[in-house]
Nanobody, 119 residues
Framework: QVQLVESGGGLVQTGGSLRLACAAS????????MGWFRQAPGKGREFVTA????????YYADSVKARFTISRGNAKNTVYLQMNSLKPEDTAVYYC????????????WGQGTQVTVSS
């Protein structure tokens, strides 16, 4: 079992930056594929980015490429999402997720953290 807790959300102006953190307990996140998803008001949950256990490969949605960066912490139980050049359309609840390598769906989810970008 993996428990995930997000932090770092808040209110920021357009063009600003935020860094989200996802703290995992129960098992080191280095053995899991980790991802970030988001859900804007009235919309479905969408993929943002992921970092895979094997070779630390990273993947990004086109809408956040070159602005967002996912990384693993040195403590090995934390994953970060650095968000730069934020836009109002990035406003959403951001969720951390984890899955067993090789599976297609994410099995574990955090409770989410709100990110609001003002115009």
């Amino acid at each position: 079992q993996v428990q995930l807790v997000e932090s770092g959300g808040g209110l920021v102006q357009t063009g600003g930056s935020l860094r989200l953190a996802c703290a995992a307990s129960g098992r080191t996140v280095n053995s899991y594929d980790m991802g970030w998803f988001r859900q804007a008001p009235g919309k479905g949950r969408e993929f943002v980015t992921a970092i895979y256990w094997r070779r630390n490969n990273t993947y990004y949605a086109d809408s956040v490429k070159a602005r967002f960066t996912i990384s693993r912490g040195n403590a090995k139980n934390t994953v970060y999402l650095q968000m730069n050049s934020l836009k109002p359309e990035d406003t959403a609840v951001y969720y951390c997720a984890a899955k067993i390598p090789g599976r297609t769906s994410f099995d574990y989810w955090g409770q989410g953290t709100q990110v609001t970008v003002s115009s």
